[in-house]
């Protein structure tokens, strides 16, 4: 339920601060965004929600893609840094 009013928020910061509204909105099939009224806020305000599949990385963003590059990068940094 906390995520359903954390979005309810967000999305009005969103209409204030831009004066634009969200169209689409990438969802991970998490069970918190499909509770029934998640489901009808975005469709009485014309959300279309777009389910990605977990296990596919071309389906994740830029973001998500390089974070394991970093972290064995920093890693790699880490181990042969001499103290």
């Given amino acids: ?5 954390t979005f309810k928020k967000f999305k009005a ?9 969200i169209k689409k909105l990438r969802i991970d099939n998490g069970l918190e965004f499909c509770e029934s009224k998640f489901i009808e806020f975005c469709a009485v305000n014309d959300i279309v929600r777009h389910k990605t599949l977990v296990s596919k990385p071309q389906q994740k963003g830029v973001a998500e893609r390089i974070n394991p590059t ?3 990068k920093a890693r790699r940094m880490l181990s042969n840094a001499r103290f």
């Fill in 1 to 5: 339920m906390m995520t359903f009013s």
């Fill in 70 to 72: 970093l972290l064995e």
């Fill in 13 to 21: 910061l969103v209409k204030n601060q831009t004066r634009r509204k």
